[in-house]
């Protein structure tokens, strides 16, 4: 049998070297996929940080309609607000 002609060598060489680089760097390709791969565990840290964030402000808007006493302690720490009656004592060194 004779060798087959360079020049077909060549071009199988050429389309494999074609086919690598799409597989590595075309659309949908590795790199591609490792970046959403990223991106999908950054949005995933994200969520959780809101969710706890979500669940803290559920547990104080219950705590908010359950009872005066919260509003009444954030009445006096945020607000300086004092009860009808009291008398506010301010000590100073």
Known sequence: MSKPP?????LLVLMLGALQYRLWMGDGGFAEINEL???IATQQNENE????RNRI???EVLELKRGL???EERARHELGMVKEGETLF???E
């Open 6 to 10: 360079f020049w077909l060598f060549a």
């Open 37 to 39: 791969n990223q991106q």
């Open 49 to 52: 940080r809101l969710l706890e």
């Open 57 to 59: 402000l559920e547990a």
């Open 69 to 71: 006493e919260t509003v």
């Open 90 to 92: 301010q000590l100073t």
